[in-house]
């Protein structure tokens, strides 16, 4: 069974439009994230969420939205989609806190968006 | 401001031998975890180690190691034995600590090529 799935797998829209990116995870970890992977293949956290309250938002332009009806699931909403926002968004998801090896983040596959 | 130094973008490695990926990160906290991901180029992002900011001793998981030395602040990932399937992008990341979250931000990240 996937652990963190996200879905989907690919997106391509035209710019304006909004989009959709769903993610759920099963491993019943507290903690969830969303990071953008840039063409240069760079990690960039955008969003944290814990026990669906909202508790980091790098700068991120208000078009992104996340949503958490519940700690399994993170969902993002882009609105008003540029060329800019292509790239690859990942889920990601982690237990607890502190210095243990188990509050390692486990990752979704990743979405590839490509606006044109 | 850069947390997390890669300097080495692209590295080759003969197969069979073994190769270092640098990695220093700036944090005035005294609690903290480091991690390596590798992500091959199928996308995924995989964990690979863990080290603690109070671990005594560096953290080893199979062929790989993780050279820690605190006082430089510098997490090396040591790869043995190098095969063909380790060629990949790998990403050293830095748990920080905060009053009431953790984050997890990352390096650049190193492409790492294994020559056969």
């Known amino acids: 069974d996937t652990a963190v799935s996200q879905t989907p797998k690919y997106l391509v829209t035209q710019m304006g439009n909004d989009k959709s990116i769903k993610c759920e995870q099963n491993l019943g970890h507290d903690t969830m994230y969303w990071y953008k992977q840039d063409s240069k293949k760079f990690l960039k956290i955008m969003f944290s969420y814990n026990n669906k309250e909202l508790i980091i938002n790098e700068t991120v332009p208000n078009r992104f939205s996340p949503k958490s009806p519940d700690k399994a699931h993170l969902n993002l909403h882009i609105n008003s989609l540029e060329l800019g926002d292509s790239a690859v968004y990942f889920c990601?998801?982690?237990?607890?806190?502190?210095?243990?090896?188990?509050?390692?983040?486990?990752f979704g596959q990743g979405t590839r968006l490509t606006v044109v | 401001a850069q947390k997390i130094t890669q300097t080495q973008p692209g590295m080759f490695v003969q197969e069979k031998e073994a190769v270092t990926l640098d990695c220093t990160y700036d944090?005035?906290?005294?609690?903290?975890?480091l991690f390596w991901y590798k992500q091959p180029s199928s996308g995924e992002m995989i964990f690979l180690i863990y080290?603690?900011?109070?671990?005594?001793q560096n953290a080893t998981e199979g062929r790989y190691s993780l050279n820690f030395q605190k006082a430089r602040k510098s997490a090396n990932l040591v790869i043995s034995a190098s095969q063909l399937g380790d060629s990949a992008m790998y990403f050293c990341a830095m748990r920080e600590m905060k009053t009431s979250y953790d984050k997890v931000i990352f390096g650049p990240g190193t492409s790492l090529s294994v020559i056969p």
């Open positions: 990601a998801s982690s237990q607890g806190r502190g210095l243990s090896r188990d509050t390692e983040a486990f």
């Open positions: 944090t005035s906290d005294q609690s903290y975890g």
């Open positions: 080290q603690g900011s109070y671990d005594e």
